[in-house]
C-alpha cells in the first residue's frame, strides 16, 4: 500500500508538471496592426513628407542627368538614385520602427505576453495590443 501510495505520489507531480508545461505553452500571443501604429506614429506625416520630397528631388536629379545618356548609363545612375532614396528613408525610418519596436515589447510585456505577431500574419486569436500601443507612443 505505501508503494502505490508513493507511485500515485510520483504520478500527480509528473501530471502537474506536464500541466504547467502545457499552461507555458498556451501563453497569450499578442497581436499588433503594425500599419495602424505607424500611421499614428507622432511625426510620421512629416517623415514621409520628407521621403516624398527627397523622391522628387531625386527624380529631378534624374531628369537633369540622364538627358543625354546612354540606357545603360540612365541604368547605372537610377539605380544610384534609388539607393540614395532607400537609405534617406531608412534613416528617417530606423528610429522610428526602433521606438515602435520597443513600445509593443514593453506592452506586451505589460501584459504578460512573450510573443507578438503582426495582425497580418494572424489568422485568429490573439489579444490585440495595438491601441495600447499607439497610446503608449504619444
Known sequence: AEMKKKLMTLLMSAVMALGISASAFAAPVGVVNVNAVLNS???????AKSVAQEKTRLQEEFNKQSANMSDADKQALAEKLSKQLA???QKKMAPVQRKINKTILDVAKANNIDSVVNMN??????????????KALK
Open 121 to 134: 500574419a494572424m489568422v485568429a486569436g490573439g489579444k490585440d495590443l495595438t491601441d495600447e500601443v499607439i
Open 41 to 47: 506614429y507622432p511625426g510620421i506625416t512629416e517623415i
Open 87 to 89: 537609405d534617406f528613408e
